[in-house]
T-cell receptor
Framework: ETGVTQTPRHLVMGMTNKKSLKCEQH?????MYWYKQSAKKPLELMFV???????ENNSVPSRFSPECPNSSHLFLHLHTLQPEDSALYLC?????????????????FGAGSRLTVL | GDSVTQMEGPVTLSEEAFLTINCTYT??????LFWYVQYPGEGLQLLLK?????DKGSNKGFEATYRKETTSFHLEKGSVQVSDSAVYFC????????????????FGQGTILTVHP
C-alpha cells in the first residue's frame, strides 16, 4: 500500500455506460494527477489538480470528466467511452512547491484502475 | 516540448548480469530526472532521482548520473536479480517560470526487463 488508493481495480463497461474511477491519498499532498497508461506508449498526463484547482488539461476528450472535491480525493467520471479508451488509469499525488524540499516532484502512484471498454 | 527517449525493449538478462537502460531527454533549462519502476500488477514507484548536473541517484544497487553535456540519465546495475524483473520508466520534471520544479512529469515509453535464473 503506497498511500494512494484507487478503486475499482478493474472495470468493464459498454460504450453507453457512465462510471467513475476514484482515487484517495492519505499523504497530505497538495497535488493530484490522472495518467493514462496504454500498451507500448509513454504514460500520458491527463489532468493535474493543485490545491483542488485544475491546473492542467492535456487536450483530453470531454468524455473524461475529472472532479477534485478536496485535496485528498480525485475522481474521473467516464461516459460514452470508445474501445480505444481501454487502458490502465493511474492516479498519483505529490507535494509541490518550495517547501516540499527533497520530496518535491516525487510522484506517489496508486496501483491503477484497469478499464476495458466493450 | 519536453521529451524522454528510452532504449527499446524488452531486455532479457541472466541473473547477475550487468544492466544498462539508456535514457536521453530534451528539455529547456535544468529539469529534474527520475527513474520509476513498475512491478507486475502495481503502480509506478520512484527508484531514484537527480536534480542537477553531475548528480548521481542511487537505490537498491541501481545508479544513474545526470549528464547535462549528453542530455542523458542512463540506468545501471552491476548484478541483476530475478526480482528486478519489471518495467522501468525514465522521466523528467521541468522548471516553471519561477525557476522551481513542479510535479508534472514527462515519461519515456518504458523498458521491460526480464531476468532469468
Amino acid at each position: 500500500e503506497t498511500g494512494v488508493t484507487q478503486t475499482p481495480r478493474h472495470l468493464v463497461m459498454g460504450m453507453t455506460n457512465k462510471k467513475s474511477l476514484k482515487c484517495e491519498q492519505h499523504l497530505g499532498h497538495n497535488a493530484m494527477y490522472w495518467y493514462k497508461q496504454s500498451a507500448k506508449k509513454p504514460l500520458e498526463l491527463m489532468f493535474v489538480y493543485n490545491f483542488k484547482e485544475q491546473t492542467e488539461n492535456n487536450s483530453v476528450p470531454s468524455r473524461f470528466s475529472p472532479e477534485c472535491p478536496n485535496s485528498s480525493h480525485l475522481f474521473l467520471h467516464l461516459h460514452t467511452l470508445q474501445p480505444e479508451d481501454s487502458a490502465l488509469y493511474l492516479c498519483a499525488s505529490s507535494q509541490d512547491g518550495l517547501e516540499a524540499g527533497k520530496s518535491a516532484n516525487v510522484l506517489t502512484f496508486g496501483a491503477g484502475s484497469r478499464l476495458t471498454v466493450l | 516540448g519536453d521529451s524522454v527517449t528510452q532504449m527499446e525493449g524488452p531486455v532479457t538478462l541472466s541473473e547477475e548480469a550487468f544492466l544498462t537502460i539508456n535514457c536521453t531527454y530534451t528539455a529547456t533549462g535544468y529539469p529534474s530526472l527520475f527513474w520509476y519502476v513498475q512491478y507486475p500488477g502495481e503502480g509506478l514507484q520512484l527508484l531514484l532521482k537527480a536534480t542537477k548536473a553531475d548528480d548521481k541517484g542511487s537505490n537498491k544497487g541501481f545508479e544513474a548520473t545526470y549528464r547535462k553535456e549528453t542530455t542523458s540519465f542512463h540506468l545501471e546495475k552491476g548484478s541483476v536479480q530475478v526480482s528486478d524483473s519489471a518495467v522501468y520508466f525514465c522521466a523528467l520534471s521541468p522548471l516553471n517560470a519561477g525557476g522551481t520544479s513542479y510535479g508534472k512529469l514527462t515519461f519515456g515509453q518504458g523498458t521491460i526487463l526480464t531476468v532469468h535464473p
